[in-house]
């Protein structure tokens, strides 16, 4: 038995199929280029440098902290304030053993009745032999000599006045007082213990104008100088912002840290601020004009800064390089590169290219033509 095996006639829609399909990759792979696609990018114009206001972390200090110690040396024997304890001035804080003093105080005053008493029988000595010598009974030496024994007499009693003083003074500088009114901020002593003369006991606060003290980085330094304006914001209340002055920059670096010491005014009145309270220092951060931007517009190409700037000819990148000044929170101050009519772009930098088309927005997300 032999079977034909016979083939159905193809259908006259499924012959269009191949066709079309080879149609479509002509056109892909003919001559005409895929159209370039434009990103949308952020832009904002250059604000001016005091909108990046550089901020430095500090406390609120007294403007006279005074270091009190004793003017002598010896065993602390009673500690009457601890830290935090207000005092007005003459209010005794701390007492030395007053024994040593004491007995000194008394053997000067021995030794000056015995000068007051050497002195008394040289002075009569002097008068006799000043009888004697208007009889011609003793020679001019003689009565000279005693003269120069009276004198002489008369300074040994002046010297242990003197001591005597001194003696005096000591035994009272056991006792330290405090200078003015204020506030106990530190102790650096304990009852028991055995101090030397200058030796801090105590750090004393005095009442008055507060202010905030804070390192400035020396890459900072060279744009700060006394009496910039700066404005104090207080941890416990950053939204208020007080206005200041710088009043003190120290000459030096600190050799551990490397930052240089700086003290600012505040214009509050000072129960407004608490001593030891955390606070931040907002500097100006440049003036002169100078601009600044959002620390996420500058782009690092080779270790130096540069801004994605948008050409207002034809909407294409241009990767400008500009020159930093000093770092504030969010944003960085130009110093150079830069005009206050650019569009920068101040997002996305990494992502984009030099020379490529782009289509500016500003933060509503509205087109910009510039």
């Given amino acids: 038995m032999r079977f034909a095996l016979r083939l159905a006639p193809p259908r006259p829609g499924l012959l269009l199929i191949p066709a079309f399909a080879l149609t479509l ?4 792979t003919g001559g005409e280029a895929a159209p370039v696609e434009v990103r949308p990018v952020l832009v904002a114009h250059p604000e001016p440098a005091t ?10 200090r007294a403007r006279e902290e005074s270091a009190l ?6 065993k602390l024997v ?3 304030v601890d830290v935090g304890d207000r005092v007005r001035a003459g209010d005794v804080l701390a007492r030395l053993d007053p024994g040593d003093l004491q007995a000194q105080s008394r053997a000067a005053q021995a030794q000056l009745a015995a000068a007051e008493a050497e002195l008394g029988r040289a002075r009569a000595d002097q008068a006799r032999y000043a009888q004697l010598g208007e009889g011609q009974l003793v020679s001019r030496s003689t009565i000279d000599a005693q003269n120069a024994a009276a004198t002489a ?3 040994q009693v002046n010297a242990a006045r003197a001591n005597l003083d001194v003696a005096r003074n000591q035994a009272a500088y056991t006792r330290l007082t405090a200078p003015t009114d204020g506030v106990i901020s530190a102790r650096q002593a304990e009852a028991g213990q055995v101090v030397g ?3 801090a006991v105590f750090t004393l606060a005095a009442d ?22 700066v404005q104090v914001s207080l941890w416990s209340d950053e939204a208020r912002r007080l206005p200041g002055r710088i009043r003190e920059i120290a000459p030096a670096a600190d050799p551990a840290s490397r930052t240089f010491a700086a003290r600012a005014t505040v214009d509050a009145p000072p129960e407004a601020l608490d001593l030891g309270q955390s606070a931040r220092v907002f500097l100006a951060g440049a003036g002169n004009g100078r601009l600044s931007v959002p620390l996420s517009a500058l782009v690092r190409e080779d270790g130096a800064a540069s801004v994605f700037v948008v050409d207002p000819k034809d909407s294409t990148l241009q990767l400008r390089p500009v020159r930093i000044g000093p770092y504030g ?3 960085a101050v130009v110093t150079d590169g830069l005009a206050p009519g650019d569009w920068v772009v101040t997002a996305g930098g990494h992502l984009l290219r030099a020379g490529q088309k782009v289509a500016p927005v500003d933060r509503d997300n509205r087109p910009v033509r510039p």
């Avoid at 110690?69 to 010896?74: D, K, N």
């Avoid at 980085?217 to 744009?223: A, D, F, K, Y």
């Fill in 78 to 80: 009673e500690r009457l």
């Fill in 197 to 199: 003369a200058g030796q």
């Fill in 153 to 155: 007499a008369q300074g």
């Fill in 51 to 60: 909108a990046a206001a550089t901020a430095f972390a500090g406390d609120v």
């Fill in 208 to 229: 008055g104008p507060r202010e905030v003290l804070f390192a400035v980085p020396e890459g900072v330094i060279e744009g700060i100088d006394v009496g910039d304006p």
């Fill in 329 to 331: 929170a969010d944003r």
């Fill in 69 to 74: 110690s004793f003017r002598v040396g010896g």
């Fill in 25 to 28: 990759l002509v056109a892909c």
